[in-house]
């Protein structure tokens, strides 16, 4: 059996940080781009509905006039 030195093990340990950081990270990205691509579509969708509203109004204006 190879005994791992002190310095093998810190190695190893910091490899598996930096991973497990990595991954988290790209975890945390992937939702955050969910959630403004969400935001996005969500705010468009309201201004649609503003114009389409405001395009009712003034056909309803110009009709009663």
Known sequence: MTRLSKNE???DAVQDTVAAAAT???QVTTIITGAV???AGSIGG???EVFEIRESAK???DDDA
């Open 37 to 39: 691509k969400d935001v």
């Open 9 to 11: 093990i810190r190695k």
């Open 24 to 26: 988290a990270v790209g």
């Open 46 to 48: 309201f201004a649609t």
């Open 59 to 61: 056909k309803a204006h």
